[in-house]
């Protein structure tokens, strides 16, 4: 994808984390100045290896609660993309409060800063939670939105205040819904998405666990693809105010994908645990997303088969170690 970037001062929240850290490779790749910002809650400074050998990069070790230090570097920044966030739905179940002060305080804190320091756009990642469980499918941007966590709540209130900088100050904000992301530097840990927990398993020789029958179904979107999303929002012009859904939109059920996966990792002889739902998880979901393709000219490149080879093929090379 051509889009250029080339000397655009770009500061990226949540910077050591998964997705945060493959937008920051990116994005210096194309010639962007880079400050990448984390409190390393739960990012690790290994994810940004490449990035840290990158003169026009630079790193701060910083939360976003801290609006202070957010006025202050947001300076010279021409766009941000906020991905820093309390990211685990069922630990927002059990600690509410910090999910709060961190999704909503902190965002709050850097559209105010951008505001005052006249950034050109701010891209935030948002999440398909904020459906909740609503019967309709696909999940469509005009829906009614009726989250079941703090965390689909928190960032139900994110996008609200988005549009409201956008309004009453003018602020080119922009809201992408992601769904299920996947891929390298993605965490094998209790709170992580479903594909690297599992892949840790399966390399373990341990069955997969499923919460519930295994019958939801998911979109699951690789890595690449929301890379791309974020360049395009990141670009776009005449958009502000706009939220769009982000995934792969090629639904499969958990009990699928748990076969898949077994094969792609030659280990079809595991068998599949069964446990309790979690609170807070949705039933189904999976993205329309026709309004990405029509405005941004997203087309996602990667379907479940191939992201994943292209996943474990990155696994491999870290012998597993996720
Ligand atoms: N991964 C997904 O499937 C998914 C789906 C929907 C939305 N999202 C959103 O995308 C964004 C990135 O998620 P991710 O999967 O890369 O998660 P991640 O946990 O790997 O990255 C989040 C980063 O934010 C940092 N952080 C947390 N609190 C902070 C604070 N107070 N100040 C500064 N940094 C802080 C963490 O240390 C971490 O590095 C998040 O906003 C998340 O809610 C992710």
């Keep these: 994808?051509?889009?250029?970037?080339?000397?655009?001062?770009?500061?990226?929240?949540?910077?050591?984390?998964?997705?945060?850290?493959?937008?920051?490779?990116?994005?210096?790749?194309?010639?962007?100045?880079?400050?990448?910002?984390?409190?390393?809650?739960?990012?690790?400074?290994?994810?940004?290896?490449?990035?840290?050998?990158?003169?026009?990069?630079?790193?701060?070790?910083?939360?976003?609660?801290?609006?202070?230090?957010?006025?202050?570097?947001?300076?010279?920044?021409?766009?941000?993309?906020?991905?820093?966030?309390?990211?685990?739905?069922?630990?927002?179940?059990?600690?509410?409060?910090?999910?709060?002060?961190?999704?909503?305080?902190?965002?709050?804190?850097i559209l105010n800063a951008a505001r005052v320091r006249d950034v050109e756009a701010i891209i935030f990642a948002s999440s398909s939670s904020v459906y909740g469980d609503t019967p309709t499918l696909p999940k469509r941007e005009d829906m009614s939105l009726i989250p079941i966590s703090p965390y689909g709540a928190a960032k139900l209130a994110c996008e609200k205040y988005l549009y409201t900088y956008y309004k009453v100050y003018g602020l080119n904000t922009i809201a992408l819904r992601y769904f299920n992301v996947y891929g390298p530097r993605q965490k094998d840990s209790t709170y992580s998405g479903v594909i690297p927990i599992w892949l840790g398993r399966i390399y373990r020789n341990e069955n997969p666990i499923v919460f519930g029958d295994g019958e939801q179904r998911r979109d699951f979107t690789y890595i690449k693809d929301v890379v791309d999303a974020n360049l395009l929002a990141g670009v776009a012009k005449n958009i502000s105010g706009e939220v769009f859904n982000i995934g792969a939109s090629s639904p499969i059920t958990v009990n699928k994908l748990a076969v898949i996966m077994k094969k792609v990792c030659g280990k079809e002889h595991l068998g599949i645990d069964y446990t309790d739902p979690r609170p807070g998880d949705i039933r189904d979901s999976f993205a329309d997303i026709v309004k990405a393709k029509e405005i941004l000219k997203f087309e996602p490149k990667f379907n479940i088969q191939t992201g994943l080879e292209a996943y474990i093929e990155w696994s491999k090379s870290r012998n597993f170690a996720l």
């Design 1 to 109: 994808m051509i889009l250029d970037l080339e000397g655009t001062k770009i500061l990226v929240t949540g910077a050591a984390g998964f997705i945060g850290s493959n937008l920051t490779d990116t994005f210096l790749e194309k010639g962007a100045h880079v400050i990448g910002l984390d409190n390393l809650f739960n990012g690790r400074m290994e994810n940004l290896g490449i990035a840290l050998q990158n003169p026009i990069f630079t790193f701060h070790k910083a939360d976003i609660r801290d609006y202070d230090f957010l006025l202050e570097i947001c300076k010279d920044i021409d766009i941000i993309f906020h991905e820093a966030a309390f990211t685990s739905v069922p630990q927002s179940v059990k600690m509410p409060i910090s999910c709060n002060e961190v999704n909503v305080g902190g965002t709050l804190n």
